[in-house]
T-cell receptor, first 113, second 113 residues
Framework: TQLLEQSPQFLSIQEGENLTVYCNSS?????LQWYRQEPGEGPVLLVT???GGEVKKLKRLTFQFGDARKDSSLHITAAQPGDTGLYLC???WGGGGADGLTFGKGTHLIIQP | NAGVMQNPRHLVRRRGQEARLRCSPM?????VYWYRQLPEEGLKFMVY????????ESGMPKERFSAEFPKEGPSILRIQQVVRGDSAAYFC???????????FGQGTRLTVV
């Protein structure tokens, strides 16, 4: 069973601060996705990373894929209360998707005004 | 372009009844995935289907659970003789060509009383 470890599990910070959350595995991903989920809703895809060392930016969010494709990070600059939510990473290992995506347990992020 | 549609959003069943959860993928998507989410346990892969075929059901319990994705109509996740432990949020995701990224529906919250 492939495992994805996300850290921290919970994070509460003040508006305007910066933060980084992590997603790690002992195995090499073929691709990795980050999702954000709000209570009572489904996960919403934020980004997909495929290439080792890849960096993608989405406004104040910066996603990085490790060179070895075993880990990823999400950095949020100047966090806003609207960033509050559950951040999930999901990895694919098999080609063609036959194994499905494996999800981490997520980081619960709270941004306090 | 409508997103992934799941219905019902909320479903209450008594122990021993059957639950049917429906998922209509995004237009043009022929790959459907079902996940179950329990509090503090993250999203767990259940089954991966393409039109009229089950590709991977390794995450689905052997008893009482079944899934289909017919040529016409939505994908159905069926749970027979529900028990309290089946209470969870069930999410469907779709993708156009295998598992590089997934788009999720809003989920069906099943409560077994």
């Amino acid at each position: 069973t492939q495992l994805l470890e996300q850290s921290p599990q919970f994070l509460s910070i003040q508006e305007g601060e910066n933060l980084t959350v992590y997603c790690n595995s002992s195995s090499v991903f073929s691709s990795l996705q980050w999702y954000r989920q709000e209570p009572g809703e489904g996960p919403v895809l934020l980004v997909t990373v495929v290439t080792g060392g890849e960096v993608k930016k989405l406004k104040r969010l910066t996603f990085q894929f490790g060179d070895a494709r075993k880990d990823s990070s999400l950095h949020i600059t100047a966090a806003q209360p609207g960033d509050t939510g559950l951040y999930l990473c999901a990895g694919a290992w098999g080609g063609g998707g036959a194994d499905g995506l494996t999800f981490g347990k997520g980081t619960h992020l709270i941004i306090q005004p | 372009n409508a997103g992934v549609m799941q219905n019902p959003r909320h479903l209450v069943r008594r122990r021993g009844q059957e639950a049917r959860l429906r998922c209509s993928p995004m237009k043009g998507h022929s790959h459907v995935y079902w996940y179950r989410q329990l509090p503090e346990e993250g999203l767990k892969f259940m089954v991966y289907l393409q039109k009229e075929n089950i590709i991977d059901e390794s995450g689905m319990p052997k008893e009482r659970f079944s899934a289909e994705f017919p040529k016409e109509g939505p994908s159905i996740l069926r749970i027979q003789q529900v028990v309290r432990g089946d209470s969870a949020a069930y999410f469907c995701a779709s993708s156009p060509t295998g598992f590089t990224e997934a788009f999720f529906g809003q989920g069906t919250r099943l409560t077994v009383v």
